[in-house]
């Protein structure tokens, strides 16, 4: 699992670096200073979020405890925003 590289530069960008960058669309390299765009069609980063709210419906189905699928939903889109960084590709911009 890899970090993005900027577009421009190809250098590897560090984990907090592109953590900080998380909800922004343009992204200034480091290292070059030129912006990068985030590649929406890289991956589907947000389809993985879908799986906190339907555990929690199928778990009230089931009449699961919703302490445990609160708790267990919670877990999984901090693991999700902590494995971002790793799904992230950016590109030049058009």
């Given amino acids: 699992m890899e970090t993005p ?7 590897q960008w560090s984990y907090l670096t592109t953590l900080r960058n998380l909800f922004r669309i343009k992204m200034s390299c480091p290292h070059c200073g030129k912006e990068n765009y985030y590649d ?18 199928i778990g ?3 009449n699961l405890p919703l302490g445990w699928l609160i708790g267990i939903s ?4 901090l693991i999700h925003f902590l494995l971002y960084p790793f799904r992230t590709n950016v590109r030049k911009a058009d």
């Fill in 40 to 57: 929406s069609g890289a991956s589907n980063s947000f389809l993985a979020l879908m799986i906190a709210p339907a555990l929690i419906i």
């Fill in 5 to 11: 590289a900027c577009a421009y530069c190809k250098k």
């Fill in 60 to 62: 009230a189905f089931l």
């Fill in 74 to 77: 919670l877990i999984l889109i």
